[in-house]
């Protein structure tokens, strides 16, 4: 089965970037949507991005846009989250997944182990 392992994550003063990885174990990953969830210590586990399997089409959550960009390479089998312009509430555990398709992606079917992003104020 798939496995996927988050990296990145750290503190960050508001108004700082961090940029959070995921690796994927199988190439059976190209063929998978892929996006980033977070659970906050406000909120439910929440949908902050997504990537279709080919790359051409990317969705977020609209408090994200414009700050957050999502990118994957199917060669290194890896999705990426850049994050700029961090805010307080963009603090909490980022989870990578994977789904069949964009529609599905709040409902992946692989979860990695997240990881932590904590931004100051």
């Known amino acids: 089965q798939e496995q996927l392992v988050e990296s990145g994550g750290g503190l960050v003063q508001a108004g700082g970037s961090l940029r959070l990885s995921c690796a994927a174990s199988?190439?059976?990953?190209?063929?998978?949507?892929m996006g980033w969830l977070r659970q906050t210590p406000r909120k439910e586990r929440e949908f902050v991005a997504a990537?279709?399997?080919?790359?051409?089409?990317?969705t977020y959550t609209d408090s994200v846009k414009g700050r957050f960009t999502i990118s994957r390479d199917n060669v290194k089998n890896t999705v990426s989250l850049q994050m700029v312009d961090l805010k307080p509430e963009d603090t909490g555990v980022y989870y990578c997944?994977?789904?069949?398709?964009?529609?599905?992606?709040?409902?992946?079917?692989?979860w990695g182990q997240g990881t932590l992003v904590t931004v100051s104020s």
């Open positions: 997944a994977s789904a069949l398709g964009l529609a599905t992606i709040t409902s992946p079917h692989v």
């Open positions: 199988t190439s059976t990953f190209r063929t998978y949507a």
């Open positions: 990537i279709s399997w080919s790359g051409t089409e990317t």
